[in-house]
């Protein structure tokens, strides 16, 4: 499955933000679980949360405190990461991945290519 993410951009503190994470190819979109992570600047991947297969089930990473929330439409194949309550510290670089099984690793299948989140203080 490709993935493309869009919808990062530079906002300010305190702003929201949607991400959006389009798939094509590969499965039926429904048949992945659809992970979000982000990259700080010489970083490894870190895990903001997933959305299982059917969109009924989300975990997320402690740091999340109810700023994100993951979602998707199965109809559009497409899933999203809304933030709310940015943070400076939120500056990263935002990535979508698709995975047939549960993972809080970054041991996921299949990746997007990124979309850069800048948030202003």
């Known amino acids: 499955v490709q993935l493309q993410a869009s919808g990062g951009g530079l906002v300010q503190a305190g702003d929201s933000l949607r991400l959006s994470c389009a798939a094509s190819?590969?499965?039926?979109?429904?048949?992945?679980?659809l992970g979000w992570f982000r990259q700080f600047p010489g970083k490894k991947h870190e895990f903001i949360g997933y959305?299982?297969?059917?969109?009924?089930?989300?975990h997320y990473a402690d740091f999340v405190r109810g700023r994100f929330t993951i979602s998707r439409d199965n109809s559009k194949n497409t899933a999203y990461l809304q933030m709310n309550n940015l943070k400076p510290e939120d500056t990263a670089v935002y990535y979508c991945?698709?995975?047939?099984?549960?993972?809080?690793?970054?041991?996921?299948?299949?990746w997007g290519q990124g979309t850069q989140v800048t948030v202003s203080s």
């Open positions: 190819g590969g499965r039926t979109f429904s048949q992945y679980v």
């Open positions: 991945a698709a995975d047939p099984s549960i993972r809080t690793s970054s041991a996921y299948a299949h």
């Open positions: 959305v299982t297969w059917n969109g009924h089930t989300t």
